[in-house]
Antibody, heavy 121, light 107 residues
Framework: EVQLLESGGGLVQPGGSLRLSCAAS????????MHWVRQGPGKGLEWVSG????????NYADSGKGRFTISRDNSKNTLFLEMNSLRVEDTAVYYC??????????????WGRGTLVTVSS | DIQMTQSPPSLSASVGDRVTITCRAS??????LNWYQQKPGEAPKLLVY???TLQSGVPSRFSGSGSGTDFTLTISSLQPEDFATYYC?????????FGGGTKVEIK
C-alpha cells in the first residue's frame, strides 16, 4: 500500500528540540522529492521544507531557516525533520508529503496523517 | 515570497449549488497553481494541478481555471461529501505558499 506514516511528535518546551520521521512505503522512495507541511491549531497550511530525491538539494521556509534541518535515508525509505530552538508558534500538526514527479510544478499527491508537535512550558 | 489570497474565507451553500472559490497571487505565477481539499481531522487531498488538470479519481464536478494571478475552483453541483476546506498552493517559486483556505459549510 502506498502510504506515509509520520512519528516523533510530542510536547516540548520552548527552546527545545525534536526530530520527526516519516516512513514511506509502496513507491520507489528515492525517485521522489519529499516535503514537510504544517498546520497550526485552527489555521491553514504552511509549507516548511523540501528535499530532492537524492537528498542533495534542500529548501526551507523563512520560518524554519537556521532552526530546522530536513534529511532523508533512502536505504530506510525515511524522511526526517530535525527541529531546534523550538518556539510556541511552531506548534502544529506536521505532515509529510510526497511531491509529484513533475519538475516544473511542485505539488503533493500523497500526504501522511500528520504528527502533532506542541511547544509549551 | 508570493502571497496567495483566497476568497471568500468561508461560504454556506446547499447540496446541488454551484460554488466558486477564488485564489489570487501577488504576482504572476503562470499556471503553477494547485488545489487541495481538507476535511476535519484528515490530511489534504490533491484535487487540481496546473490550474485546471483534474487529479485522477477526482469527480468531474470539480474544475479549475485561470492563469497569471487569478484562479478559480468551481464545484458544479455541491455534494454532501464536498463540505470541507479548500486551499490553493503556488509553485512558481521554490518557496511554496498556500492560500488561507475557504471553508465550505452546509447552509
Amino acid at each position: 500500500e502506498v502510504q506515509l506514516l509520520e512519528s516523533g511528535g510530542g510536547l516540548v518546551q520552548p527552546g527545545g528540540s525534536l526530530r520527526l520521521s516519516c516512513a514511506a512505503s509502496g513507491f520507489i522512495f528515492n525517485n521522489y522529492a519529499m516535503h514537510w507541511v504544517r498546520q497550526g491549531p485552527g489555521k491553514g497550511l504552511e509549507w516548511v521544507s523540501g528535499i530532492s530525491g537524492s537528498g542533495g538539494s534542500t529548501n526551507y521556509a523563512d520560518s524554519g531557516k537556521g532552526r530546522f534541518t530536513i534529511s532523508r535515508d533512502n536505504s530506510k525509505n525515511t524522511l526526517f525533520l530535525e527541529m531546534n530552538s523550538l518556539r510556541v508558534e511552531d506548534t502544529a500538526v506536521y505532515y509529510c508529503a510526497k511531491r509529484h514527479l513533475d519538475k516544473a510544478n511542485w505539488f503533493f499527491d500523497l500526504w501522511g496523517r500528520g504528527t502533532l508537535v506542541t511547544v509549551s512550558s | 515570497d508570493i502571497q496567495m489570497t483566497q476568497s471568500p474565507p468561508s461560504l454556506s451553500a446547499s447540496v446541488g449549488d454551484r460554488v466558486t472559490i477564488t485564489c489570487r497571487a501577488s504576482q504572476s505565477i503562470s499556471t503553477y497553481l494547485n488545489w487541495y481539499q481538507q476535511k476535519p481531522g484528515e490530511a489534504p487531498k490533491l484535487l487540481v494541478y496546473y490550474a485546471s488538470t483534474l487529479q485522477s479519481g477526482v469527480p468531474s464536478r470539480f474544475s479549475g481555471s485561470g492563469s497569471g494571478t487569478d484562479f478559480t475552483l468551481t464545484i458544479s453541483s455541491l455534494q454532501p461529501e464536498d463540505f470541507a476546506t479548500y486551499y490553493c498552493q503556488q509553485s512558481s517559486s521554490t518557496v511554496l505558499t498556500f492560500g488561507g483556505g475557504t471553508k465550505v459549510e452546509i447552509k
